[in-house]
């Protein structure tokens, strides 16, 4: 708690996501890297002006997505990109390099001064779109230490969305969560079961009651349930609620966001 409580300077902060444009090597790229930039720093702007807390990358337009390698393309325009976010917006920020590649996002969080990141797989297995991805913590943790990053938050998915449990199905979400507490994580991210879909508020109270280590929900939220979600949780991820008709892949709103902002000042006060 004390490194979260370090990173982020207000109570329950809300984060933002950015969803980088498809980035190069990927099917979807454009051949234009200044349009990718100047669309997330753009993002940037639009969030600062609606007072958003923090703010969290992702390139999840990369369609379809690797598995733990993403090449050097990806995470270097990543490192630029999240650099140029951070020195623009002087707020938390932090970084989810799909699929599963969080030693890539760690390296890029070290370099472009990020503050945490967001790991995949981090204990226990189960099968992605990606296929099988294996339990990461000692290794990732290793790699940490080794690179003088012990300042970056890793904050670790959780029965993670778009993804089959079956192979731990025996092992429920309470379980899970002190496993990963067990082993070091800094955050735990609760979601839906897909990109858009709420949490299971029941699950959210199970666990921040079982474990000491903060509880952040990962999608689904809105301005209707944030009354529900935000008292049960230390932190929110919000991306899909943002954007025109709430599709991740669509503009940002800032009405919307500053709407939403302007709610969650009033429940904090």
């Not at 997330?40 to 609606?50: G, T």
């Not at 790991?119 to 000692?138: L, M, P, Q, T």
Request: glycine share 6%; aromatic share 8%.
């Amino acid at each position: 708690m004390q490194k979260f409580q370090s990173i982020f300077k207000v109570d329950k902060p809300i984060i933002g996501m950015i969803h980088l444009k498809a980035l190069p090597g990927t099917p979807k790229f454009n051949n234009n890297i200044n349009e990718i930039i100047d669309a997330a720093l753009h993002e940037v702007e639009i969030y600062k002006s609606a007072n958003i807390d923090a703010l969290a990358i992702e390139n999840m337009h990369d369609v379809p997505y690797l598995k733990n390698d993403v090449g050097h393309e990806i995470s270097s325009i990543m490192s630029i990109i999240a650099h140029e976010v951070k020195k623009l917006s002087g707020l938390p920020c932090g970084i989810q390099v799909l699929s599963s590649a969080n030693k890539a996002a760690l390296a890029i969080a070290k370099n472009a001064g990020l503050d945490f990141i967001r790991a995949e797989g981090f204990v226990f297995g189960h099968v992605a779109d990606e296929g099988y991805i294996d339990a990461n913590a000692g290794e990732l943790l290793r790699y940490r230490k080794t690179i003088n990053a012990d300042h970056i938050a890793v904050f670790t998915d959780i029965k993670k969305k778009h993804s089959s449990h079956a192979i731990t199905a025996d092992v429920d979400i309470v379980e899970t969560a002190k496993a990963a507490e067990f082993f070091l994580s800094d955050g735990l991210i609760v979601t839906g079961i897909s990109t858009g879909e709420s949490a299971n508020i029941d699950e959210i109270k199970s666990i921040k009651k079982t474990c000491k280590i903060p509880v952040i929900v990962g999608s689904g939220i809105t301005l209707d349930n944030l009354t529900q979600y935000l008292p049960s949780s230390d932190a929110l991820i919000v991306g899909s609620y943002f954007k025109k008709d709430g599709y991740w892949a669509n503009e940002l709103e800032q009405d919307k966001i500053a709407r939403f902002m302007d709610k969650v000042n009033a429940l904090r006060s």
